[in-house]
């Protein structure tokens, strides 16, 4: 029978008079019915009384329970229910969670069941309580760091199944960003071994943006506003990021976005879209170009519009208390970066009603921009309402490291006249900065200032000593900030401001941080490698006065010799910690002040730069200059740099110590290894040990350091201790001796960064011993830059003492890895799914002996096909320092896929180290665009030979730099009026978009957008006279086209580019029109523009045959480089050359009317004619001339061929009359001539 009297759990079983349960084990089957989604914890019992004995009473004599627990996993719930989350750092809220366990919890005080909370990992929960009189409720560590909370359920204190329980959390979000995690509830038996749990989301934590505030241009309902946005980011944002402003309810953006950019955003690259929301266009998205980032503590402002403000009755809550909303969004728009969202915004980011004022045209104009210099500064704005309340104050907040000059004059000219004032304040406690006050508070006296006003307020204050947003004790915006309070108010209460402008500051004119070391520290009689670094404070740019000069003045002994050398890359600084070079081909040319017998003079270096070179502000440049250094340093070891305008104009300035010297090691060598040794030459090699030995000429005290820097790309372990070997027993065993070297001392430290490693000792290093070791490196994947200042090589040694100083140096010639000097792909187009050709350049260092062999493996989606289709040897440019591959190259398939192509030679042929071979093979693109517009997936090049064993590998470029594929465009035509060589021919060109990519948008972007049609070899565009302009992109100094008309639309309003709006450079194979209007999808745009026909010799027409295709691309050009969005291909024609040394005699010197004579024509073929196909050539007299020659009426006509100085027989041509003229075909007779 089943007990209802206790929730049907109990069964109970009632045995007959002459049933006797005994020792033996007694087993039955029970059915159990749990209700659905229900489960169950505890332990199961079973009691026994003996109904004779103990008829009357109600106790069973014996309880025993089971083993082991009884678990049936109940399908738990649990709800949460709060507030729309607040997302902002450290905010408290309050959520129930309502918990369903769906098992019988029992109490028991010994061992009490639970239901436990666990809040997120970075969660903070302050109060945790349940408003039943039971369960009791246990809080882990009450107060603010609280983790979890539990529900003890003690004695007398159940739950059960179909019942819930109700917990109310206090909780604190995290101090940083964190992403949505999961809330965590679980329910526990008392003992510990049954658990159940349930998971819901959380909510994420944003950054939350800080000073950020809009301000309308209109407040009346149903106009079309603009906004002007300002804010201030908290953290730097990842590159590519998004702005985006959310509107409340009743606020609807137009379909066409516009912005003006006020302060802070790219002046090009920028790009607007209106994204659909759930309730309609209300949101406004401006997205940031490429390598672009908002930086931590900067102002940026921004107008949008339009925006349509609200109508009666189409929002239910007053405007001033509908709140927008700006995100700053990643590149990809799915992660919200920072946020004001849920910041707890008091007046900012409300509705209309309480904005203040915006000044207008507002600017900081300054009468010096040198740092730490007494400047007299004119800020200058227009007033958006009426000043005309006694006391208003004005209150002026110049950006940190600035100071006003307290006691100096202070004036405000409104409508030119002066207004008078009360007092002025300069208070180290006026908000939101004390000292050094860069603060000014005015109150004026009795001022009547209208709307619209021109006012100027002129000061005094002593200039920051660097720039504030590279202050590195306290980084601030580059902005002056004008409020207007009324007077008597809450100081700085936002209520109180009438009206106020964030201005841009102006930029310190000076070099604002640099450094000079030497790559050998100590004094040689030969010039040595300066590393030079340096931070401009303003961009540096030509202008009428000339061109750009870079000038270094070295302390006193120091000499730059007249031909000093300079190079744009710094071996010791890299791109990855932070360094830029110099732009490609800046450098045009080194003077050092040499013998000049002007005192003083031989320190001095002058670096001239390139026509059109441009340096960028705030960017750390570094750069090498070579120089003579000294035996010993002068009183005043400091250096000057100076970067000019023109040869007298200097632009900025800067002083900066210079460095310590050293001396040189007695002796510092590399010793070629064996794979023995653990020496592995291959590239991409984890554990090459290279083996090294040094002898200092100064001692290294225990606590010193040896540095090593080995060649750019080389890699060293974050902990390199496990990978420096002892190498003495090496050398001592192949003849050197072993007294002659010994190990180093016990290593206490070793830590690499990229190439360059350090590493400290236990003990000294004696000046007596020649150390030598071995130590683990890896070997890069990529080739050895070309531009790089020094062979993959050279190593440098270094010692310092435990405080820094520099003690030895030395420079050290190594190994070369087993890879090809060169190695390089280049393609004819870049449509993903086309079929071209593309161009392989390899310098073996290595020997490629006979039967040895090229792999070349293309990327993964790639195809070569095989045999190897347009597979060609030769591509003609012998000139240019390329060899030919021998003409018995085979090409097979490689055995990994039809990616990978095996370029093999016979018995006979070899492939000579250190010659550049040049050669091209036709290959299929994947049908889909890369990822990356401005990167493609590494192709692999290796060369190999066959031994005894099988084919080994000599040399190896695993990663090749690729190129990107790009979508194709729906169709491109390129049609010549004339094929003649050496001629401007009008060629006209049609392109058109697919649907798929939709317009292509120039308007509503602040990127320069180009349509680029690249040329085959030799062709160039004409261009016009005259000075050029200046490139957009890094193209040089381009002109506009001579010839260029747009054809289609014919209407100028629709077709894509201005009238003038075609360049190019002189003789470059490109050209390009600039954008001004969106393409659209359907019309075949078509213009035509005047091309330069190459002259065509033999030779010329070899190369350009195998490169003719003609390609265009759409292009947008951030940061001065190309980017392709688009493209397609078209097959190049033909250009006809002018056949040489044409000469035409008579027989006859006088001709009358009607008179036959014979004409000799003289003639050099450019392209070869051959008989075998049936070549022919024609001869065309003017109308007036009759050619009687392969008449079929005559038989007595004169034709003759002579070739080379010889008759060819009349078997081996043939001539025809066309016409009035004469067509001669060569025939194949006795062998066909040539």
């Known amino acids: ?88 750092y450290s905010a408290y809220q309050a959520l129930n969670i309502t918990v369903y366990p769906r098992v019988n919890l029992l109490g028991s005080t010994l061992a009490p069941p639970k239901v436990t909370v666990i809040s997120p990992t970075f969660n903070k929960i302050t109060i945790c309580r349940n408003d039943a009189p039971t369960p009791d409720l246990s809080f882990v560590d009450p107060g603010t760091t609280a983790a979890f909370c539990e529900l003890l359920f003690m004695d007398n204190m159940n739950s059960y199944a179909h019942q819930s329980v109700t917990i109310f959390v206090g909780v604190e979000n995290s101090d940083f960003p964190v992403d949505a995690e999961l809330w965590r509830v679980m329910v526990q038996s008392g003992d510990g071994n049954m658990v159940a749990g349930h998971s819901f989301a959380g909510w994420p934590v944003y950054t939350p943006l800080r000073d950020a505030f809009i301000v309308p241009l209109s407040m009346e309902y149903s106009q079309t506003n603009e906004l002007q946005v300002f804010f201030r980011p908290t953290a730097t944002t990842p590159t590519e990021p998004r702005m985006v402003v959310a509107a409340p309810e009743g606020f609807i953006f137009g379909e066409e976005c516009q912005f003006e950019i006020i302060l802070g955003f790219p002046s090009t690259g920028v790009t607007c879209s209106i994204p659909l929301s759930e ?27 339009p925006l349509r403000n609200p109508f ?68 200058q704005f227009r007033t958006a309402m009426r000043i005309a309340m006694h006391g208003e104050r004005v209150l002026l907040t110049a950006p940190y490291g600035y100071q006003w000059k307290i006691g100096a004059s202070v004036y405000v000219w409104a409508e030119d006249r002066a207004w008078p004032i009360s007092r002025i304040s300069y208070e180290a406690s006026l908000p939101p900065v004390a000292k050094p006050h860069n603060q000014l508070e005015i109150a004026l006296i009795s001022p009547d200032v209208p709307a619209g006003a021109d006012v100027q307020v002129r000061g005094t204050v002593f200039n920051a000593p660097i720039d504030a947003i590279l202050n590195e004790d306290l980084r601030s915006a580059n902005v002056w900030i004008v409020e207007t309070y009324q007077p ?110 002007e005192l003083g003079r031989e320190r001095y270096a002058e670096v001239h730069l390139t026509t059109g070179t441009e340096l960028e502000r705030r960017v750390v440049y570094s750069m090498m200059v070579e120089g003579v250094i000294p035996d010993e340093l002068p009183n005043d070891n400091t250096w000057e740099i100076r970067s000019f305008v023109g040869p007298e104009v200097v632009e900025e300035e800067l002083g900066i110590p210079g460095f310590r010297l050293a001396t040189e090691f007695l002796s510092a060598l590399y010793h070629p290894g064996t794979e023995d040794t653990g020496e592995d030459l291959r590239v991409g090699v984890a554990d090459n040990r290279a083996m090294l030995s040094m002898q200092p000429s100064t001692a290294v005290i225990a606590g010193g350091e040896l540095r090593i820097t080995a060649p750019y790309r080389f890699q060293f372990a974050r902990d390199c201790t496990p990978y420096v070997y002892g190498a003495k027993h090496i050398l001592g065993s192949i003849g050197d001796g072993s007294n002659l ?133 030769d591509s003609f440019a012998t000139l240019a320092g390329f060899v030919p591959l021998p003409s018995a190259t085979t090409c097979v398939r490689g055995p990994e896929g039809d990616h990978v192509v095996k370029l093999r030679l016979d018995a006979f042929s070899y492939l000579a180290a250190s010659l550049a071979f040049r050669f091209r093979l036709l290959v299929r693109h994947p049908p889909q665009p890369t990822a990356m517009r401005s990167e493609g997936a590494p192709w692999s090049i290796s060369s190999g030979e066959v031994t005894d064993l099988g084919e080994s590998f000599l040399e190896r470029n695993p990663a090749v730099v690729g190129y990107p594929l790009h979508e194709l465009l729906k169709s491109f035509v390129v049609q010549p009026e004339s094929q003649r060589a050496e001629v401007v021919v009008p060629v006209t060109f049609q392109v058109s978009l ?34 050029g302009i200046e490139p957009v992109a890094n193209t040089g100094v381009m002109r506009h086209c001579r010839d260029f008309t747009p054809l289609v639309p014919p209407e100028p309003e629709y077709f894509p580019s201005d009238a003038d709006g075609c360049y190019a450079g002189n003789g470059a194979q490109s050209f390009r029109l600039k954008l001004v209007r969106n393409l659209l999808v359907g019309p075949d745009y078509t213009f035509a523009v005047g091309v330069l ?89 003017p109308p007036s001339v009759r050619s009687l020659s392969g008449q079929a009426n005559l038989t007595s006509t004169l034709c003759q061929l002579w070739n080379q100085g010889q008759l060819e027989p009349e078997a081996n041509f043939e001539c025809l009359a066309v016409g009035n003229g004469l067509t001669v075909r060569l025939l194949a007779g006795q062998g066909g001539p040539q």
Not at 491 to 515: C, K, N, W
Request: with cysteine.
């Open 279 to 305: 309730i309609g266009r209300n949101l406004f998205s401006l997205r940031m170009p490429m390598m672009f980032v908002f930086d931590a503590e900067t102002f940026y402002a921004v107008s949008i519009y």
């Open 1093 to 1181: 026909h190459p002259n065509i010799t033999s030779l010329v027409q070899r190369q350009i045959n195998q490169v003719n295709v003609w390609q265009v691309r759409l292009v947008r050009t951030p940061n001065r480089q190309d980017v392709t969005y688009t493209t397609q291909s078209a097959q190049g024609y033909r250009v006809l050359p002018l056949l040489q040394g044409v000469r035409l005699s008579s027989s006859t010197r006088t001709l009358s009317v009607g008179a036959s004579t014979v004409v000799s024509i003289n003639f050099q073929a450019v392209s070869a004619l051959v008989a075998a196909r049936g070549d022919a050539f024609q001869i065309a007299p």
């Open 994 to 1027: 697919h649907d798929s990519l939709g317009t292509f948008e120039v308007v509503t972007t602040t990127e320069v957008s180009f349509l680029i049609i690249d040329m085959p070899l030799y062709f160039s565009v004409p261009v016009l006279p005259g000075d």
């Open 312 to 379: 009666p009755g189409s929002h239910a809550n007053p405007l001033d208390a509908l709140p927008f909303r700006l995100d700053l969004l990643a590149a990809d728009g799915s992660q919200i970066l920072e946020t004001t969202s849920s910041v707890p915004t008091g007046p900012y980011l409300r509705g209309f009603g309480i904005y203040p004022k915006a000044l207008y045209e507002a600017a900081v104009i300054p009468s010096l921009r040198t740092p730490n210099t007494e400047c007299e500064v004119a800020i």
């Open 741 to 873: 070297y010994s190990d180093l001392p016990p290593v206490t430290s070793c830590i690499g960064v990229r190439n360059v490693v350090r590493l400290t000792f236990a003990e000294d290093l004696d000046v007596a011993i020649r150390y030598t070791f071995r130590i683990g490196v890896l070997n890069p994947l990529l080739p050895h830059p070309e531009d790089w200042p020094f062979p993959q090589n050279v190593w440098r040694f270094e010692t310092f003492d435990q405080a820094g100083t520099p003690l030895n140096a030395a420079q050290v010639e190594a190994f070369y890895l087993w890879a090809f000097a060169r190695a390089t792909v280049e393609p004819l187009v870049l449509g993903a799914g086309e079929e071209t050709l593309i161009t392989v350049e390899v310098e073996p260092s290595l020997t490629v002996p006979p039967l040895g062999f090229l792999r070349i493996a293309a990327p993964l989606g790639f195809e070569i096909p095989v045999p190897c289709e347009g597979f060609q040897r």
């Open 1 to 88: 029978a089943v007990d209802a009297r206790v929730g049907y759990n109990v069964a109970t079983l009632t045995f007959g008079p002459l049933a006797t349960l005994a020792e033996e084990p007694q087993y039955f089957r029970i059915a159990l019915n749990t209700p659905k989604h229900m489960g169950s914890f505890g332990i199961w019992y079973v009691a026994s009384k003996d109904t004779y004995v103990l008829s009357d009473n109600p106790v069973f004599n014996k309880v025993i329970p089971a083993i082991g627990p009884f678990f049936v996993h109940p399908i738990m719930v649990s709800m949460m229910s709060m507030a729309t989350p607040i997302t902002s």
């Open 488 to 597: 008597g108010a809450g100081y700085l209460e936002f209520q109180f401001r009438h009206q106020a402008a964030v201005i841009p500051g102006f930029d310190m004119q000076a070099i604002t941080a640099g450094s000079f070391t030497a790559w050998l520290a100590f004094s040689q009689q030969t010039q040595v490698p300066i590393m030079v670094t340096f931070r401009l404070g303003t961009e540096l740019r030509e202008k009428d006065t000339g061109r750009l000069m870079l000038q270094f003045k070295a302390p006193n002994g120091f000499y730059f010799p007249k031909d000093c050398a300079a190079h744009r890359i710094s071996p010791s600084h890299l791109i990855e910690d932070g360094y830029a070079r110099l732009p490609q081909g800046a450098i045009a040319s080194c003077y050092g002040g040499g013998e000049d017998p």
